[in-house]
């Protein structure tokens, strides 16, 4: 049987927009001598549709779209990622989760999600009823089980975390079937696919069938999915791996026992697969919001370097603005940093000073601060200031304003609050400083992109004379490391301390990644690339006095 895997890259309520995406896929299929096509999840809606779920007409009109696209199918069938209503007065949640096997221009059957997954960035228990059992459909004589992404995410190497009481694989192998599809919106984090090919190899092992799994592509608010359908035979093991961020149809002869479809940007790994990630993000992120240009703040850091090359790869040079804001502070070395990057990158480049601007807040804050201490506050006026001349300016060039954070720089608060948080997409918020010279480094494999000045000197949010980043935080490994003990893994300062990390280092990390919650509840949204990152996937409350 020759299958066709439609990797589409929807957006989340375009219904007209997905349903063209859909057809066009499903026309080049069967051109390309697909005999039965297979799209991702919820591919009417797009993934994750969330509370526009709860919107009156939503639901309505999802199923209306579906029922106009099931029109165009003919006699090579689709399988179709969408949302059903449940009956109103039946108890439970008001949707299911579905999959619609559209054929002869009707839509044939449905089958619905048995697992709901409720961690991480995941909420589905909010929307949808699950399933009893998987439906298995008879078609040409095949008993073809059709599952929804977690549906199989049953394997024992699973964390035990994510366990569930049922499990549509072991019901699906129970019965026999010929044929197992998976739709899936499996969203990327860094070694995701090291978990996802052995387990859709254990899907196709336990049910003694080929298995075929279509995952949705592109970048929605957050989350970035990054396609990389497969197909795993039990006796012959993956015989097909799509693209990784990018869109792509391909058909796959899974009968034909010399069948090895490998796509040339399969799995790429380590920096490759995060740049390729953040770029895909970062541009979906700003096109799906109608942006065309971004505007960085370049300070010759590493950070906005970092940021800088993704929206250049993401938008084209062209459409990416930089601008130096230096101060009476800023060394020479990060102004002549900055303009390298930007000669280096192609990219629009200004300058404006904020010296007055952080003299006129002074000069009207002096009578007020007469007799106090110079501290942090005057610091933080110099990033504001920032913030206020960079807000304006995307104003001004309708250019979404991108910002610089790190993950390890957001978890302590060394950041500013309305200063260099200002923006509208924080791009490398979930990656770890020391991620970032990772991948400055691999940016600069071929040739010089990031200066290799901005690469190799102390790094500093240089706010006061001579500063330096370690005055105030540990060195970045360590600081990194007790982090992702700490965010990721959720470990105490106890279990912490005993992987030998100094104990006073580690509570006063602990203590100020816990105060600077409010922070970040108030930060730009940022690209998720780690198992957990900030926002929608971490919900720990600001007002809170547990300490671990």
Known sequence: MKIGLAQINTTVGDLAGNQQLILDAYQQLVADGAELILFPELAVCGYPPRDLLFKSRFVSDIQSTLESIAAEIGETPAVIGTVVARSQDKSGRPFYNSAAWCEAGEIKAVANKCLLPSYDVFDEDRYFQPALAPLIYEWKGQRIGITICEDIWTAPSVPTNRRYNVDPLTTLAEKGIDLLLNLSASPWHDGKNEAR??????AADRCNCPAVYCN???????????????VAHPQRGLIAGLAAFRAESRVVDIEDPATVVVSKHFNPKGNAATQDALVLGLRDYAHKSGFKKALIGLSGGIDSAVVAALATEAFGPENVIGIALPSSISSQHSRDDAAALAKNLGIEYHEVAIADTVSAAETALGPLFKGLTVDVTEENIQARARGVLLMAMSNKFGALLLTTGNKSEISVGYCTLYGDMCGGLAVISDLPKMKVYALARHMNLEHEIIPVNTIEKPPSAELRPDQKDED?????????????????????SAEITDKGYDVEVVRDIIRKVDLNEYKRKQAAPGLK?????FGVGRRIPIVQKYIS
């Open 197 to 202: 090919e052995p387990l859709l190899q254990y």
């Open 216 to 230: 949705a592509v592109g970048g929605n608010d957050e989350l970035i999915f990054d396609g990389g359908s497969l």
């Open 472 to 492: 105030s935080l540990p060195p970045y490994p360590v600081l990194d490391g007790i982090l992702r003990l700490y965010v990721e893994e959720g470990l105490s």
């Open 529 to 533: 690339t780690t198992p957990l990152a």
